[in-house]
C-alpha cells in the first residue's frame, strides 16, 4: 500500500508512479502505463500521504476521516474513448489523491448517458450490482459526463453524496459542476457568423443536448435558417466526424462552417479533408473541449476550451463539503468556456484553402 509496492507491481520507477498519480498533465511514454499504474493503486487501496498516517495512527474522528470515491464515466465503454473525458477522469483522479481520499472504484458504462437503454435496462439492478461491487468502499461518487435523468436517482438512493461533472445541467437533482453546453454552443456558432457565415452545420449529439440547444437557439438569435440536411446527429466519435465529412464531400450543398458538438469529431473531419484535399470544400470548422490533440492538427483546431482542471476541483471540493456534512441544499458551480482561435476557421470569402493535414 505504497508508492514502492505500486511501482514494483507496474514495473516502473517510483517517481513515474508519483508523477501519474499527482500529475493529470504527465505523459507516460508507454501507451496504457498510466491507466495500469492508477488500476494497481485501486486493487492495492492506495492510501496517500496524510491519509495513510491517519490510518496507521488509527484516527477515526470525523474530520479526519479517509473516504473511499467512486467515478462513474457515462461518455466512455470498453469500446471506445472520448480524450475529453479521458483527460477529465485524469485530473479526477489527482484530485481525489491530492485531498487524501482513496480512488476505490471508476467504471466506464455509456448506458448511463443513453436515454433509450435507460429505458429498457433494469437500472436497479445495475445500479446495486456496481454498489455491492465496491464492497463498503463507496463514500462518495463522481459522475463524469451526461447521465440519464433516471438513472441518476438511482444512482442517488445507492449514495448520498454524488457530484457531476457535466455540459448539461441535472436540473438541481445532486451537486454539479456545470460548463454550460448551451453557452458553449452559442459562443462557436457566433464566432463563425462573425466570419460570415451563415450557411452553419451541426454535427454531434441532438437529443437532450445542450450543446444542440445552443446551436439552434443562436441561429434563429440571429435569423439564419436552420438546414436540416447541414445537421447532423452522431455519437461523437473521430470514425463517425470522419463519415460525415466524406458524406458532405459528396453532396452539392454544403455548409460553409460547421460546430462540432466536441472535438474528436472534429478531429476526424479534419481528417477527411486532409484525405481529399485535392477537393475545392474547405469548410470552417469549430468545436468545443480543447482536448490536448487539438493544438497539434494542422490546420490547428479552433475550439472553445472548457476548464478541465477547475472543473475537478470544484467537483473534488463539492463532494468533500457534502461529504462532511457541511451543506446539505443542492449547489451548482458553474464554469465559463473560453474560445481558443486557431487555424481551422476562416473569412467565409477566403474559405476555399487547402492547408488541412494531420
Known amino acids: 500500500m505504497s508508492i514502492k509496492s505500486i511501482a514494483k507491481a507496474a514495473g516502473v520507477s517510483p517517481s513515474t508512479v508519483s508523477r501519474v ?19 494497481i493503486a485501486m486493487e492495492q487501496n492506495y492510501v496517500p500521504n496524510e491519509a495513510a498516517r491517519n490510518l496507521k495512527r488509527g484516527i477515526s474522528e470525523r474530520e479526519n476521516k479517509t473516504y473511499y470515491i467512486n467515478v ?24 481525489i489523491h491530492e485531498n487524501g481520499c482513496i480512488l476505490s472504484k471508476v467504471w466506464y458504462n455509456s448506458l448511463f448517458s443513453n436515454d433509450r437503454k435507460c429505458r429498457n435496462e433494469n437500472l436497479d439492478k445495475i445500479v ?35 457530484v457531476t461533472l457535466n455540459r448539461n445541467s441535472t436540473n438541481y437533482e445532486v ?13 462557436a456558432v457566433e464566432y463563425l457568423i462573425s466570419l460570415g457565415h451563415r450557411n452553419i452545420g451541426y454535427v454531434g449529439g441532438c437529443h437532450n443536448e445542450e450543446r444542440y440547444n445552443g446551436y439552434i437557439d443562436t441561429m434563429k438569435k440571429y435569423d439564419l435558417d436552420i438546414i436540416p440536411e447541414y445537421v447532423v446527429e452522431t455519437n461523437q466519435t473521430e470514425a463517425e ?92 458551480t458553474e464554469l465559463t468556456g473560453q474560445l481558443m482561435i486557431r487555424n481551422s476557421c476562416s473569412n467565409v470569402e477566403d474559405s476555399m484553402w487547402s492547408d488541412y493535414c494531420i
Open 21 to 39: 498519480l499527482n500529475n493529470p498533465g504527465y505523459k507516460c511514454s508507454v501507451p496504457g502505463l498510466r491507466d495500469k499504474i492508477w488500476k
Open 72 to 95: 462513474l464515466v457515462t461518455r466512455m465503454d470498453a469500446s471506445h474513448t472520448d480524450p475529453f473525458f479521458a483527460e477529465l477522469l485524469r485530473v479526477v483522479e489527482s484530485e
Open 128 to 162: 446495486n450490482d456496481m454498489y455491492e461491487e465496491a464492497e463498503g468502499k463507496n463514500d462518495g461518487m463522481i459522475v463524469i459526463g451526461r447521465c440519464n435523468k433516471l438513472a441518476l436517482k438511482k444512482l442517488k438512493n445507492r449514495y448520498k453524496s454524488i
Open 175 to 187: 451537486d454539479e459542476v456545470l460548463c454550460d453546453g448551451r453557452k458553449i454552443a452559442s459562443m
Open 241 to 332: 466526424g470522419y463519415e460525415v465529412m466524406k458524406n458532405f464531400l459528396q453532396s452539392d450543398d454544403c455548409p460553409t462552417g460547421i460546430y462540432c458538438a466536441n472535438d474528436i469529431s472534429a478531429i476526424g473531419m479534419l481528417k477527411c479533408l486532409n484525405r481529399y484535399r485535392k477537393r475545392y470544400y474547405m469548410p470552417s470548422i469549430i468545436s468545443s473541449d480543447d482536448i490536448d490533440e487539438a493544438q497539434y492538427t494542422k490546420p490547428m483546431l479552433t475550439t472553445v476550451r472548457l476548464p478541465k482542471e477547475e472543473m475537478g476541483k470544484f467537483a473534488m471540493y463539492l463532494l468533500l463539503d457534502r461529504l462532511k456534512g457541511k451543506h446539505s441544499g443542492v449547489v451548482r
